[in-house]
């Protein structure tokens, strides 16, 4: 990756879901690499279950907050149709990072309109690269659904243009003071997050 | 006014949509409260966190708000640091007033709001302009472009024009810290006070800043001066002519300002005027075109503008939303393009402006590519969480025939929308009493036998709809007014109210009894009823019989936001799927923790075919309400059994 690009990743889901940690998670990240960084994000009535994305753009220097459609490189999606609501995002060699969580809001459930069959599916037949994972199942079988975070984390880390250890140690600074513990289980978490999308992409990971 | 909440750790919830017991779950805040950072430190920082450090850094004594997304961090932001007065106050005109007071004092002062808040505050600005500031004097309004959670989109660069006050408008957050900063200078020095007009992609944009120290600014104190403080038309009319000297003298200080900056270029076939988010996009799409970046926008700097103009072919200016400064600039006697070519509404971006500069200068467009298209998704709007007390009501009013419902701004607006539809009207914040009454006064033959309805929150019956009560008691009119008390301020996140006995930091605070102010407004105590808007079958009753009587009564639906440290989840609930015969009733109250699992169309005995919606209840993220019970006929819906209870979900 060339000095003057700017790096665009698009984390989408929904309000509650704890995408805005993770993106300023990210961010810091990418601070602590010495980027110029700009994260942006409609939070307002996306809070009640709505629609939430959350923008961050980093490297030399950041004009505009907001990433525009094609131009994403990694799109981090905690729901499968809110990945498809954004997918046009991507950049034609973009990477859909995925985790299959199906969260159904009440206007399907009243009938008004259909829950997308197999949005992923949907994402790789229009040519989009996509891993998807069940997030929530991994960070289950850790034994706390809360580390779904550290593993969507995780499962970036390795398509970011920096080490993975820079993201796991804004991450282990965060949970600092929540004891060794709590950071043990982020670090495996993080981990597996890392192994889930390995696994299916195969052999070595894209950074550096 | 509406939403929001980017800072707040109650907001920081994980995966699931349980929203309370998430609440204080995996990440922690990073800021101490007590302890701000220290100078020269460089922060990653929203445009709302920035104006907050900056408030505090220039020494302000005294900062206001009453909470409106897209600005309600500002003063959430400056509630954390030592040293002043942070409060919520009830609206934004007496946060403004509150503000003028200790400017008055030689007290540095600030008060934030959003775009439709100085609407509310345009009384209090449009004199204060003429008295001026004493101690430095800062209005930070921030308009919501494209309205992400707003009744309308406006363009407060207006307000600069109409009150004859100097505008700042930063394009980032070092911007947004470095122009506050500027503004208590300029204040004090031209005795004005100043707009620092922010936007939704300044306020919640985060990026990095350097920062510095408080410095101290003791008040110079109150100096008796009726003819400056004592607005009587003889003082005004002495006060006016000094508004218009102050503009000459600060056109003057704009054409010199290093906030106005004409970035000669090297492609000059066009050339571009812009302020705010929009220099970024420009900058972004056309990185080699002169630009001149308006930071002092208004008076706006007819002499750079000119300067531009001459070092390019065409000149564009670019702004969001309004057709302002082009207009403006025209008048001047210099040509230029801006909204013939580009949108009237909404926020620009580099994809807005390319397409549209090529079209002007005659280039041909390519189409987008069709990669670039949405795929199509189902829309998914806002709901009330899960045990929301609004959805009693909502489900309630659903169910009852022949009513026109007026509403007001907040989450309860959410009732308009599926499944309830209980909402008929929402203009701005207070309307739902006026607007009721109205409706009472005057509907004709076609409407008489309508019963009227008026529904408002607590926070927003304190802001702006304890007159409109008492304008429906004084004048005689007939409707039921539904005061939702969930004992916070719950769209933009759950700020203190003076109904809710805390103050902003949290500290116990008098607690106004809404009871009380509705019967001192005119309301007979036997039409004031307290209910708790779980119980249905009472709330329904209540509601009907109401309605019945002629004249006003208020009945006060009592119960905490989920999201607030008030509410304590219960036991929650399952569906026992062989029980559940697929009715759908259970759907009707619209909450987001009740699936459906599966759909069958029978044929009823009369011959009709119906599709029944059996389902489940994701018991993550229910917490215990028993709203849903209540309407299902096959009392399908039970406690989850005790042993399979997270632990964390219940709070004993």
């Given at each position: 990756?060339?000095?003057?690009?700017?790096?665009?990743?698009?984390?989408?889901?929904?309000?509650?879901?704890?995408?805005?940690?993770?993106?300023?998670?990210?961010?810091?990240?990418?601070?602590?690499?010495?980027?110029?960084?700009?994260?942006?994000?409609?939070?307002?009535?996306?809070?009640?279950?709505?629609?939430?994305?959350?923008?961050?753009?980093?490297?030399?220097?950041?004009?505009?907050?907001?990433?525009?459609?094609?131009?994403?490189?990694?799109?981090?999606?905690?729901?499968?149709?809110?990945?498809?609501?954004?997918?046009?995002?991507?950049?034609?060699?973009?990477?859909?990072?995925?985790?299959?969580?199906?969260?159904?809001?009440?206007?399907?459930?009243?009938?008004?309109?259909?829950?997308?069959?197999?949005?992923?599916?949907?994402?790789?037949?229009?040519?989009?690269?996509?891993?998807?994972?069940?997030?929530?199942?991994?960070?289950?079988?850790?034994?706390?659904?809360?580390?779904?975070?550290?593993?969507?984390?995780?499962?970036?880390a390795d398509y970011l243009p920096f080490s993975p250890d820079v993201l796991l140690a804004c991450?282990?600074?965060?949970?600092?003071?929540?004891?060794?513990?709590?950071?043990?289980?982020?670090?495996?978490?993080?981990?597996?997050?890392?192994?889930?999308?390995?696994?299916?992409?195969?052999?070595?990971?894209?950074?550096? | 006014?509406?939403?929001?909440?980017?800072?707040?750790?109650?907001?920081?919830?994980?995966?699931?949509?349980?929203?309370?017991?998430?609440?204080?779950?995996?990440?922690?805040?990073?800021?101490?409260?007590?302890?701000?950072?220290?100078?020269?430190?460089?922060?990653?920082?929203?445009?709302?966190?920035?104006?907050?450090?900056?408030?505090?850094?220039?020494?302000?004594?005294?900062?206001?708000?009453?909470?409106?997304?897209?600005?309600?961090?500002?003063?959430?932001?400056?509630?954390?640091?030592?040293?002043?007065?942070?409060?919520?106050?009830?609206?934004?005109?007496?946060?403004?007033?509150?503000?003028?007071?200790?400017?008055?004092?030689?007290?540095?002062?600030?008060?934030?709001?959003?775009?439709?808040?100085?609407?509310?505050?345009?009384?209090?600005?449009?004199?204060?302009?003429?008295?001026?500031?004493?101690?430095?004097?800062?209005?930070?309004?921030?308009?919501?472009?494209?309205?992400?959670?707003?009744?309308?989109?406006?363009?407060?660069?207006?307000?600069?024009?109409?009150?004859?006050?100097?505008?700042?408008?930063?394009?980032?957050?070092?911007?947004?810290?470095?122009?506050?900063?500027?503004?208590?200078?300029?204040?004090?020095?031209?005795?004005?006070?100043?707009?620092?007009?922010?936007?939704?992609?300044?306020?919640?944009?985060?990026?990095?800043?350097?920062?510095?120290?408080?410095?101290?600014?003791?008040?110079?104190?109150?100096?008796?001066?009726?003819?400056?403080?004592?607005?009587?038309?003889?003082?005004?009319?002495?006060?006016?002519?000094?508004?218009?000297?102050?503009?000459?003298?600060?056109?003057?200080?704009?054409?010199?300002?290093?906030?106005?900056?004409?970035?000669?270029?090297?492609?000059?076939?066009?050339?571009?005027?812009?302020?705010?988010?929009?220099?970024?996009?420009?900058?972004e799409a056309f990185p080699n075109a002169p630009v001149l970046k308006l930071g002092f926008s208004?008076?706006?700097?007819?002499?750079?503008?000119?300067?531009?103009?001459?070092?390019?072919?065409?000149?564009?200016?670019?702004?969001?939303?309004?057709?302002?400064?082009?207009?403006?600039?025209?008048?001047?006697?210099?040509?230029?393009?801006?909204?013939?070519?580009?949108?009237?509404?909404?926020?620009?971006?580099?994809?807005?402006?390319?397409?549209?500069?090529?079209?002007?200068?005659?280039?041909?467009?390519?189409?987008?590519?069709?990669?670039?298209?949405?795929?199509?998704?189902?829309?998914?709007?806002?709901?009330?969480?899960?045990?929301?007390?609004?959805?009693?009501?909502?489900?309630?009013?659903?169910?009852?025939?022949?009513?026109?419902?007026?509403?007001?701004?907040?989450?309860?607006?959410?009732?308009?929308?599926?499944?309830?539809?209980?909402?008929?009207?929402?203009?701005?914040?207070?309307?739902?009493?006026?607007?009721?009454?109205?409706?009472?006064?005057?509907?004709?033959?076609?409407?008489?036998?309508?019963?009227?309805?008026?529904?408002?929150?607590?926070?927003?019956?304190?802001?702006?709809?304890?007159?409109?009560?008492?304008?429906?008691?004084?004048?005689?009119?007939?409707?039921?007014?539904?005061?939702?008390?969930?004992?916070?301020?719950?769209?933009?996140?759950?700020?203190?109210?003076?109904?809710?006995?805390?103050?902003?930091?949290?500290?116990?605070?008098?607690?106004?009894?809404?009871?009380?102010?509705?019967?001192?407004?005119?309301?007979?105590?036997?039409?004031?009823?307290?209910?708790?808007?779980?119980?249905?079958?009472?709330?329904?009753?209540?509601?009907?019989?109401?309605?019945?009587?002629?004249?006003?009564?208020?009945?006060?639906?009592?119960?905490?936001?989920?999201?607030?440290?008030?509410?304590?989840?219960?036991?929650?609930?399952?569906?026992?799927?062989?029980?559940?015969?697929?009715?759908?009733?259970?759907?009707?109250?619209?909450?987001?923790?009740?699936?459906?699992?599966?759909?069958?169309?029978?044929?009823?005995?009369?011959?009709?075919?119906?599709?029944?919606?059996?389902?489940?209840?994701?018991?993550?993220?229910?917490?215990?309400?028993?709203?849903?019970?209540?309407?299902?006929?096959?009392?399908?819906?039970?406690?989850?059994?005790?042993?399979?209870?997270?632990?964390?979900?219940?709070?004993?």
């Amino acid at each position: 990756m060339s000095q003057n690009e700017i790096t665009n990743i698009l984390v989408c889901g929904i309000g509650g879901q704890g995408v805005m940690t993770a993106t300023e998670i990210l961010a810091e990240a990418a601070i602590a690499e010495g980027h110029d960084v700009k994260k942006t994000e409609v939070a307002g009535m996306a809070q009640r279950g709505g629609v939430v994305t959350s923008h961050l753009r980093f490297g030399r220097k950041v004009l505009s907050p907001q990433i525009e459609p094609g131009t994403v490189q990694v799109l981090l999606g905690f729901e499968g149709a809110e990945a498809l609501r954004w997918s046009h995002y991507l950049r034609p060699d973009g990477l859909a990072l995925v985790n299959n969580a199906k969260l159904v809001p009440p206007v399907v459930e009243l009938g008004l309109f259909d829950y997308p069959e197999d949005p992923t599916g949907q994402m790789r037949a229009a040519g989009r690269r996509v891993v998807s994972f069940d997030a929530m199942s991994i960070a289950r079988d850790l034994g706390e659904v809360r580390l779904g975070n550290t593993v969507m984390l995780g499962a970036i880390a390795d398509y970011l243009p920096f080490s993975p250890d820079v993201l796991l140690a804004c991450i282990v600074k965060r949970f600092a003071r929540k004891g060794e513990q709590v950071v043990a289980a982020n670090r495996q978490a993080f981990a597996a997050g890392r192994e889930a999308v390995a696994k299916q992409l195969g052999g070595a990971p894209a950074h550096a | 006014m509406t939403t929001c909440v980017a800072g707040n750790s109650r907001r920081r919830f994980i995966f699931s949509l349980a929203r309370k017991r998430t609440m204080a779950a995996v990440m922690p805040q990073l800021s101490n409260p007590l302890a701000p950072p220290p100078a020269t430190s460089r922060l990653l920082l929203s445009g709302n966190e920035a104006v907050a450090r900056a408030v505090w850094e220039s020494g302000v004594r005294v900062a206001a708000a009453y909470p409106g997304t897209p600005s309600t961090e500002i003063i959430e932001s400056l509630a954390r640091y030592p040293d002043l007065h942070a409060e919520w106050s009830v609206n934004e005109k007496v946060s403004m007033e509150v503000a003028l007071g200790a400017s008055m004092t030689g007290a540095r002062a600030f008060c934030a709001m959003k775009h439709v808040g100085l609407n509310v505050a345009s009384d209090c600005l449009m004199t204060m302009t003429i008295t001026g500031a004493y101690g430095g004097l800062v209005v930070a309004v921030a308009d919501d472009v494209g309205l992400s959670s707003s009744q309308n989109e406006q363009d407060s660069r207006f307000w600069g024009r109409f009150a004859h006050l100097p505008v700042l408008e930063p394009a980032d957050s070092q911007e947004a810290y470095e122009m506050t900063k500027l503004a208590f200078g300029l204040s004090e020095q031209y005795e004005t006070p100043v707009l620092l007009r922010l936007t939704t992609r300044i306020c919640h944009v985060k990026g990095l800043v350097v920062v510095g120290e408080r410095e101290n600014h003791e008040p110079a104190g109150f100096i008796k001066n009726p003819e400056r403080w004592v607005m009587v038309p003889a003082h005004a009319k002495l006060r006016i002519p000094s508004l218009f000297q102050r503009d000459d003298t600060l056109r003057g200080v704009s054409e010199a300002s290093p906030l106005n900056v004409l970035e000669s270029g090297t492609d000059r076939s066009v050339g571009f005027v812009a302020s705010g988010p929009a220099y970024m996009h420009v900058k972004e799409a056309f990185p080699n075109a002169p630009v001149l970046k308006l930071g002092f926008s208004y008076p706006w700097p007819p002499e750079k503008v000119r300067a531009l103009a001459a070092l390019c072919d065409t000149l564009v200016v670019v702004e969001e939303t309004e057709q302002l400064l082009e207009t403006e600039i025209r008048a001047a006697g210099i040509a230029c393009h801006g909204k013939d070519v580009l949108p009237k509404m909404g926020e620009l971006s580099p994809q807005v402006l390319l397409p549209a500069v090529d079209r002007l200068l005659g280039k041909d467009v390519p189409p987008p590519a069709p990669a670039a298209a949405p795929m199509k998704v189902f829309p998914r709007p806002p709901t009330l969480c899960a045990s929301c007390p609004h959805m009693g009501i909502y489900y309630t009013l659903s169910q009852i025939k022949n009513i026109i419902v007026s509403g007001d701004i907040g989450c309860y607006t959410l009732g308009a929308g599926h499944p309830w539809n209980a909402l008929d009207t929402t203009i701005c914040m207070g309307a739902t009493m006026g607007v009721a009454l109205g409706i009472d006064k005057g509907r004709g033959e076609v409407d008489k036998n309508k019963r009227i309805l008026a529904v408002i929150g607590d926070s927003t019956f304190m802001h702006m709809g304890m007159q409109g009560l008492l304008n429906i008691t004084y004048n005689k009119g007939n409707v039921t007014v539904l005061l939702l008390d969930n004992n916070t301020t719950g769209m933009t996140g759950g700020q203190a109210t003076p109904a809710s006995g805390r103050d902003i930091h949290g500290a116990e605070a008098p607690r106004v009894d809404l009871a009380k102010v509705v019967e001192a407004l005119g309301v007979p105590n036997e039409r004031i009823k307290v209910v708790d808007p779980y119980e249905l079958p009472i709330l329904f009753k209540t509601v009907r019989d109401e309605i019945k009587i002629e004249g006003p009564s208020v009945i006060i639906a009592r119960r905490p936001c989920v999201l607030i440290d008030d509410f304590k989840p219960f036991r929650p609930y399952l569906v026992e799927e062989d029980k559940c015969t697929g009715c759908g009733n259970c759907l009707e109250v619209g909450c987001p923790a009740i699936h459906v699992t599966h759909r069958e169309k029978v044929i009823k005995p009369s011959g009709k075919e119906v599709e029944l919606a059996f389902v489940n209840i994701d018991n993550q993220a229910c917490t215990g309400c028993g709203l849903c019970v209540q309407p299902c006929a096959p009392d399908a819906i039970q406690h989850v059994p005790r042993r399979d209870i997270p632990i964390h979900i219940v709070k004993t």
